[in-house]
């Protein structure tokens, strides 16, 4: 029949029609009974049996013409041997419902119903197959099938030894089976002839049969000699057409891609498909027996006996069992005499069993049908190999053997016929199990072993789309971008054991129940035998061979720990896979063989070579031209590929598969910090990502985002290099490492392309500007592709990430040039000018920031856009710097230059405290931001306080200027606030407080008539002196500064008295400089303490506590502070015992003025004493001052 049908399709809609015009069945308008099967009891016992029509052909039933008696069936009638759709199969050859079956019939049926093999059905084959195995122990007949496994599925086709050997005879096939079964029977082979008696028994019931569906009864007279011819030509059809036994290797390899497989006897051709369940046991079974129907027999089959001859128990077993299959409820026999009508007799199928001369229990077929399945399942193990189940005519014992061992014994192992078309199924059936989407892990081990034993049978140099297919799938099979998971935890197994299965074989026991293999009582010969039934009476006896679904352990997917491990066994498929195309590509034999060793120069090497940023620049231009070429579809192909061909869209899978693999392992080597290995890796993806480009006719917008990923990734790498350029060499030994499998992926890829478009990314530069300015461009590269299509829509998570590393990398460009700057700048003499090479750093330095702030501003992170405003504030201030050596020290002003910069720096600092809002956003920038613009304030007022732009600016601007300024940078100086940086604002503060204080004391000192602002100025500088001292006293390692400060405050008051004219006045203010001197007890304290410390370091096993954070005492400046200090509480004591002598003084303060008195002479004359004494040391005149200073304090308190 010439019906296409579709794998596994259910009954459609009524109307519905399938290819070829003919129409698919429908519950409602099927020519079977019912498709929901049904359970016959027969004989008191149960019989589960249900049979569902998964296709049919057939058209409706029609009622069979019952023939009058005395009709002459030996004479034919008028439509005999014409095609007639009523009798299907049946009616074109005299063979009728026995017509045999083809050797490849299973595999037609399994690949129209592929969803079905390997899980959920337990047996496909044609009827005939399954009543002969039935039938064996009732049979003395020979048996001989082929047996295959698919998963937990069993595929059972005829093994016509005797036709076999024929056709091995002419071609030379075959031979070592021939000479095995030769040995076996132990007698030379020959073909027996069928009978005359047989031929007519044939023609008798196909005539029969036409004249049942003819309807006329009427009798056509043909002539004699036709009929007389018509038993060998139709024996000549059979052995033409029945037998389509194939050659080896004609299956072409297109049938991978052919869901009908309809070439090579590999073509569905029964009638029906019925799924049938009988008892546990789960069949997809080939019929075609014809079906009659109508009137009051809805489905009847219709047979021919001889009167005269009995039925016996085959007879009634073959009638059984095509019912049940058929789910036909009745028989219908017809009788005859030497071919004439005699009588119809109606038989329920149930009755079947218990007619005269054809006992049979029906529960015997069960143990039969269990025993043969366990049998077989126990023993026909090993998926991909062809087994031969055979029984000599008249022996008991069934025999299973391995062909596909024994013909691997001989010198060319593909001689077996079977191997195509079993690979072919295990591929569609991994096919199948692969698009199921729904599909979770625990099936990806039966898929593995279905593609592995796929791969096993086929020869490499005659298969090569298949073996290319396959390869692909099995690297399909590990995901790549999940993370790394337990995948026992997830795929239990123990679980769907009999789905599963492992590569590696377990050993059977050694059993009588299993099938046990052959014991030494056997002949010789049956040492070849996997398992053998030494008895057929053996299989009626219930559970003799018990089932066994746990065949062997479940194939467990391999459990890749390491991400490389998993990545490396993708790259290994897709390598075989490569092979496999490049093996068929034509052209290959014509290119000249690629070196993976030898680079292959581009015209821009020179260029490239350079490493510097031009070269960088025009090669980006390249690459930007190369991604819009893509989108115009322009395709290149040194091997001369066709496109769209199998070979050209199974290397573009391929290559995009290994492109993944080594973007995965980059990643896992960037992960563990083998920044060399990475970019080993990330090359390797980016030259097949180059390849796909070159082949593909239309880049998909997910391939754009894998090859922005990659360059993302790329530049990652670059810059980490860049970071740790102490390990350069251990970088570059793994950068040049190569494995022999990436050199044979890299040679592929040479075939189609030069694999260079992406050098300028991955080359290992040792130039830190040059890794820079590659991250750089790898990054500006990704955002470009992300541009040129919707992929910054699609994925806006990428693209933030893209454009946050391209900020990052334009800030450490923009840091490397002003380090640079500044390095330039220490280098230069203080009187020249600034160079142009500073001020073009500068210039690189500014973009970079710039265009690092807009990346960071365009994705809303104003954190990293407030470094960088930052980072630009201090390139500001290096420029300030720069501009202040111009010039004589001595003649030196604050140049408006310095003063433009600064405030640019200010500007700066001011954006990013607006960038980040508030504290709350982030606390550690606002806090570094907040300081490092006191700083450039506190750094502008000094500059502008020390080197005073008199030239430019009047006195009083400034004054004003500086004061400004100074309480801005106090503004901006958090001293209130603990953390690490708060001593710093403290001393910052104290700082600024002295110097303002200063300020007005030396104007103070200048301020000529105003009055006023005298007095204000006075107040001010006492104000901030105040100020200042109390901050320096929280410091413990500031004692100078604070001494200096009071020396000042001593300073100002000596100022003031020597303005006044009153004694009274005078007295006032010289005994508030001396209760400050007294004050500054604190600070010569902690002199003391640092000198005694350092004077006792040596001494002591380590440095104590208190000097551990501390600096050290800068003892230069303490002496000239402590002679300052003592010459001035000499003078003020002087000045004191001469306002307190008896003449300058009113009698009222005798007492007081005496007491007073007395003690300042006491310690003035201490005082010149220890000035007098030059050999003294620091510590004794720091103790004398101590002590001088408490007798002070102590006569002020008496006071």
Request: aromatic share 8%; glycine share 6%; net charge negative.
């Amino acid at each position: 029949m010439g019906d296409s049908k579709e794998a596994g399709a259910e009954a459609p809609p009524a109307g519905a029609t399938a290819l070829g015009g003919l129409s698919l069945l429908s519950p409602g308008e099927a020519e079977e009974p019912s498709t929901q099967g049904s359970a016959l009891c027969l004989g008191g016992s149960e019989v589960k049996s249900r049979a569902v029509v998964k296709y049919s052909s057939a058209p409706p039933r029609t009622a069979f013409a019952r023939l009058q008696e005395k009709t002459d069936l030996k004479l034919p009638p008028a439509n005999w041997l014409r095609e007639s759709a009523k009798l299907g199969p049946a009616g074109t050859t005299i063979l009728g419902n026995s017509k045999k079956s083809k050797p490849f019939s299973s595999f037609g049926m399994a690949y129209d119903f592929i969803d079905s093999v390997g899980n959920d059905v337990d047996v496909v084959s044609d009827s005939e197959n399954i009543k002969k195995l039935l039938k064996i122990p009732y049979s003395k007949s020979h048996v001989s099938m082929a047996v295959h496994r698919v998963g937990r599925t069993l595929l059972l086709d005829e093994l016509d030894i005797q036709e076999l050997f024929m056709r091995s005879s002419q071609t030379g096939d075959w031979t070592w089976l021939k000479e095995f079964y030769q040995r076996l029977i132990d007698q030379k082979w020959q073909r027996k002839k069928k009978s005359k008696e047989h031929w007519y028994q044939k023609a008798i019931l196909s005539k029969f049969l036409y004249y049942s569906i003819n309807g006329d009864g009427a009798a056509q007279p043909v002539p004699s000699a036709a009929e007389q011819r018509e038993p060998s030509g139709s024996d000549q059809t059979q052995d033409a057409d029945g037998a389509s036994w194939p050659a080896p290797f004609d299956m072409p390899a297109s049938v991978s891609e052919d869901p009908s497989a309809s070439s090579q006897g590999l073509k569905n051709d029964f009638v029906r498909n019925i799924l049938w369940t009988f008892e546990d046991i789960h069949m997809l079974v080939g019929s075609n027996m014809p079906i009659f129907g109508g009137g009051r027999y809805p489905a009847v089959s219709l047979r021919l006996r001889d009167n005269n001859k009995p039925i016996n128990v085959l007879t009634g077993i073959d009638y059984w069992l095509d019912n049940l299959i058929c789910n036909v409820p009745e028989l219908v026999m017809c009788f005859h005499v030497n071919g004439i009508v005699q009588k119809y007799e109606m038989i329920k199928t149930e009755e079947i069993p218990d007619l005269e001369n054809s006992n049979f229990s029906t529960k015997v077929i069960k143990d039969i049908a269990q025993n043969i399945l366990s049998f077989l399942k126990s023993n026909c193990t090993k998926e991909g190999h062809t087994y031969w189940l055979f029984k000599a005519s008249g022996s008991d014992i069934v025999k299973l053997y391995d062909l596909t061992t024994l013909c691997e014994e001989t010198e060319d192992k593909y001689q077996n016929p079977f191997t195509m078309p079993v690979a072919i199924l295990l591929y569609k059936v991994a096919c199948n199990m692969m698009m199921k989407k729904n599909q979770n892990k625990k099936h990806y081990g039966t898929i593995r072993t279905l593609l592995l034993n796929c791969l096993k049978l086929l020869d490499k140099s005659r298969h090569p789309q298949i073996i290319a297919s396959a390869n692909y799938m099995l690297s399909e099979l590990f995901q790549l971008d999940e993370p790394k998971k337990e995948e026992s935890s997830e795929c239990p197994l123990n679980e769907n054991s009999d789905e599963s299965y492992s590569e590696e074989e377990e050993e059977m026991p050694d059993s009588d129940e299993n099938g046990s293999y052959s014991t030494s009582s056997d002949p010789p010969e049956d040492s070849k035998a996997v398992a053998v039934i030494k008895s057929v009476g053996e299989l009626s006896v219930p559970e003799k061979y018990k089932s066994i679904h746990q065949i062997r352990p479940s194939c467990a997917f391999p459990v890749c720990h390491d991400t490389e491990e998993r990545c490396r066994l993708v790259l290994s498929y897709v390598l075989e896979g490569l092979k496999s195309v490049d093996n068929s590509i034509k052209k290959e034999s014509d290119l000249p063989a690629a070196d993976p060793s030898t680079p292959i120069p581009l015209k821009y090497e020179d260029e490239s070579t350079r490493g510097g940023p031009e070269g960088l620049e025009k090669q980006m231009a390249l690459f930007l031209d190369k991604m819009g070429s893509l989108q115009k579809g322009n395709y290149s192909s040194q091997s001369g590929m066709i496109p769209g061909s199998w070979q050209h869209k199974m290397k573009l899978q391929l290559i995009l598969k290994s492109s993944k693999a080594y973007y995965v392992l980059s990643d896992a080597a960037m992960s563990l910090q083998k920044y060399g290995r990475a970019l080993r890796y990330i090359k390797l993806a980016l030259q097949s990502h180059d390849t796909y480009c070159c082949l593909c006719t239309n880049v998909f917008s997910e391939v754009l985002l894998f090859l922005s990923q990659y360059l993302t990734l790329c530049g990652d790498i670059q810059l980490m290099l860049a970071q740790n350029a102490s390990n350069r060499a251990a970088h570059l030994e793994e950068f040049n490492y190569q494995t022999k499998e990436d050199q044979e992926i890299l040679h592929s890829l040479h075939q189609e392309s030069s694999c260079q478009g992406f050098a300028w990314a991955t080359d290992l530069s040792t130039d830190l500007e040059s890794q820079l300015s590659v991250s750089c461009k790898c990054y500006e590269a990704a955002n470009e592709i992300l541009q040129f299509s919707d992929l910054k829509n699609q994925n806006p998570e990428h693209c933030v990430q893209v454009s946050k590393r391209m900020g990052n990398i334009r800030n450490e460009i923009g840091v490397f040039y002003m380090n640079q700057a500044a390095a330039l700048q220490g280098e230069r003499e203080v009187s020249k000018s600034v160079s142009t090479a500073e001020q073009q750093l500068w210039k690189k330095s500014f973009s970079c920031f710039e265009k690092g702030i807009h990346n960071f501003e365009s994705i809303g992170d104003a954190t990293n856009a407030a470094l960088l405003l930052c980072n630009t504030g201090r390139l500001m201030r290096i420029c300030a710097q720069a501009h202040c050596g111009a010039g004589d020290e001595f003649k030196r002003e604050f140049s408006p230059e310095e003063g433009l910069y600064y405030n640019k720096a200010v500007d700066y600092y001011l954006k990013a405290l607006r960038s980040l809002g508030t504290r709350d956003v982030h606390p550690a920038v606002w806090d570094s931001v907040n300081w490092e613009l006191s700083t450039t304030y506190f750094t502008m007022a000094t500059l502008q306080q020390d080197y005073a732009p008199l030239s430019r600016k009047a006195q009083e601007q400034i004054e004003k200027e500086v004061s400004e300024a100074m309480m801005k940078s106090l503004k901006h100086c958090d001293v209130d606030s603990a953390s690490a940086r708060q001593p710093l604002c403290q001393y910052r503060a104290a700082t600024i407080h002295h110097r303002l204080a200063s300020m007005y004391h030396s104007c103070l000192r200048n301020q000529v008539g105003d009055e006023h602002l005298r007095k204000q100025h006075r107040v001010l500088a006492d104000l901030h002196y105040g100020k200042a001292v109390t901050l320096f006293q929280l410091l413990k390692d500031t004692p100078c500064e604070l001494l200096r400060v009071q020396l000042e405050r001593v300073a100002l008051a000596e100022f003031q008295m020597a303005g006044q004219n009153s004694n009274v006045g005078k007295l006032k203010t010289l005994s508030g400089a001396l209760d400050i001197m007294v004050r500054t007890t604190h600070a010569f304290q902690l002199i003391r303490k640092e000198l005694v410390e350092e004077s006792g370091q040596p001494k002591s096993d380590g440095p104590s506590p208190a000097a551990d954070s501390a600096p050290s005492l800068n003892r230069e400046e303490a002496l000239k502070l402590l002679s300052i200090f003592e010459s001035r509480l000499s003078f003020l004591l002087l000045q004191s015992i001469r306002l307190l002598s008896p003449g300058k003084k009113k009698a009222s303060s005798d007492m007081e003025g005496d007491a007073a008195l007395r003690t300042n002479k006491h310690v003035y004359s201490q005082l010149l004493r220890a000035s007098a004494n030059r050999d003294t040391s620091l510590l004794q005149r720091v103790d004398v001052l101590l002590h001088l200073l408490g007798q002070l304090a102590g006569g002020s308190a008496t006071q």
